[in-house]
């Protein structure tokens, strides 16, 4: 698990350093939810469920339904051992039925 977490630390400091410097790399919103969702399933197997939970929140406020960012907190909090995780769970199967039939 331990190269997991370092990935995961490397990607927010990568992420940090071009906030900070002001220097921007062109990208469409996709590839932006792609790198996110990478990012995400690195805190997961590295065991930063927490930090997870917090980012995938935090994207959910921008891409409502987005199917596997519901997979994913519920996987989340089925880990944290949270309540809400059948709910979420049937979000995001509702979700998934209306994108994919």
């Known amino acids: 698990?331990?190269?997991?977490?370092r990935k995961a630390r490397s990607c927010?400091?990568?992420?940090?350093?071009?906030?900070?410097?002001?220097?921007?790399?062109?990208?469409?919103?996709?590839?932006?939810?792609?790198?996110?969702?990478?990012?995400?399933?690195?805190?997961?197997?590295?065991?930063e469920t927490t930090r997870a939970t917090e980012a995938i929140e935090k994207?959910?406020?921008?891409?409502?339904?987005?199917?596997?960012?519901?997979?994913?907190?519920?996987k989340c909090y089925h880990t944290l051992g949270r309540p809400e995780a059948a709910s979420v769970g049937e979000k995001a199967s509702a979700l998934a039925v209306a994108y994919f039939t």
Do not use: H, T
Request: hydrophobic fraction near 45%; aromatic fraction near 10%; charged fraction near 25%.
């Open 12 to 47: 927010e400091r990568w992420r940090e350093s071009q906030c900070i410097s002001g220097r921007a790399i062109g990208a469409s919103d996709e590839q932006l939810d792609v790198f996110n969702e990478i990012w995400i399933i690195l805190l997961i197997n590295g065991g």
């Open 59 to 74: 994207q959910l406020k921008k891409r409502e339904g987005a199917p596997f960012l519901w997979r994913l907190l519920e």
């Open 1 to 5: 698990m331990l190269p997991y977490i």
